[in-house]
Nanobody
Framework: QVRLVESGGGLVQPGGSLRLSCAASGTILSFNTVGWYRQGAEKQRESVASIAPFGATTYADSVKGRFTISRDNAKNTVYLQMNSLNSEDTAVYYC?????????WGQGTQVTVSS
């Protein structure tokens, strides 16, 4: 079965950076589109970024130019590099993979941007 585990969240000051990781088992990430989503307090979950099997990427307008999604095929891991963070980026960040049978989600990792 598919398992996704996010890590790398934490507390960071405005303007700071974090790199999130999504490690997968039970599936090959490069065979599927993988996305990062986030859900702030009292807000709905929203798409942040995605990467397709051949490397095409998409970004939400709110993070374009600040966030970068990437994939390490050898480690079967996707990353989200987050720069110039602000308070509106505070949320639980989730990794998502759709393998043609079902959507798979990780447990999430908390990102808090505060001074």
């Amino acid at each position: 079965q598919v398992r996704l585990v996010e890590s790398g969240g934490g507390l960071v000051q405005p303007g700071g950076s974090l790199r999130l990781s999504c490690a997968a088992s039970g599936t090959i990430l490069s065979f599927n589109t993988v996305g990062w989503y986030r859900q702030g307090a009292e807000k709905q979950r929203e798409s942040v970024a995605s990467i397709a099997p051949f490397g095409a990427t998409t970004y939400a307008d709110s993070v374009k130019g600040r966030f970068t999604i990437s994939r390490d095929n050898a480690k079967n891991t996707v990353y989200l590099q987050m720069n110039s963070l602000n308070s509106e980026d505070t949320a639980v960040y989730y990794c998502n993979l759709k393998d043609g049978r079902a959507d798979h989600w990780g447990q999430g990792t908390q990102v808090t941007v505060s001074s």
